[in-house]
């Protein structure tokens, strides 16, 4: 069936370092991607997105890449700072062209 | 700001009731999403309608679950005969066109959170 999973359920970043969050995903018909991040008692904000067409897009301090090869996308966050913790979350489209599909997320916390 | 809301932000209820929760979705947005998130998982997709139609209601669990957009704005969610699973956070997105791409964000409202007890 259709799965978005990550590779890691919590990461732990020095203030100021940089983030990076790993996603795998399964079906080869999904040609979209977000990014979301979560705040607790929030509903999931957007961050960015990319099309299957693309390697690669830059957003402020974040930047996402996608590798189709090995079904993998990444969230790139420069410079992370106390107000990037939450949990984030990968999405595909899988076979629809409007219904996502969410991993189970990656915790981000930041140390002082 | 005029983005998704969603009333109540929080609902207790028993087994075996009904439920409605409502949710305004950004003006003009022509479509909008229903997911539900259990604890320490990715939201869930449930429904989407395209206008007044619901376009793919393929992730409702089980007949209990309904929703309506008579007006093509304005959404509801209806759970009867709730159970204890049903417990959780109900999310709704809208998006300006429903065609997932660049240019077509699903923007989430805040949630409204269910306790069945």
């Known amino acids: 069936g259709e799965s978005v999973g990550l590779h890691l359920p919590t990461l732990s970043v020095q203030e100021g370092d940089n983030s990076i969050i790993n996603c795998a995903y399964s079906n080869s018909a999904s040609d979209y991607f977000i990014w979301y991040k979560q705040e607790s008692g929030k509903g999931p904000q957007f961050i960015i997105d990319?099309?299957?067409?693309?390697d690669k897009r830059q957003g402020q301090r974040v930047t996402v890449l996608l590798n189709k090869t090995v079904k993998h996308l990444s969230l790139q966050i420069a410079a992370t700072q106390p107000g990037d913790s939450a949990v984030y979350f990968c999405a595909e489209n899988g076979s629809s062209a409007s219904k996502i599909i969410f991993g189970s997320g990656t915790r981000l916390s930041i140390r002082p | 700001g005029a983005g998704v809301s969603q009333t109540p932000s929080n609902k207790v209820t028993e087994k075996g009731k009904y439920v409605e929760l409502r949710c305004d979705p950004i003006s003009g947005h022509t479509a909008l999403y229903w997911y539900r998130q259990s604890l320490g998982q990715g939201p869930e997709f449930l429904i989407y309608?395209?206008?007044?139609?619901?376009?793919?209601d393929s992730g409702l669990p089980n007949d209990r679950f309904f929703a309506v957009r008579p007006e093509g704005s304005v959404s509801t969610l209806k759970i009867q005969r709730t159970e204890r699973g049903d417990s959780a956070v109900y999310l709704c997105a809208s998006s300006l066109t429903g065609l997932a791409g660049i240019e077509d964000t699903q923007y989430f409202g805040p949630g409204t959170r269910l306790t069945v007890l």
């Open positions: 309608f395209q206008g007044t139609g619901a376009a793919d």
């Open positions: 990319i099309r299957s067409n693309m």
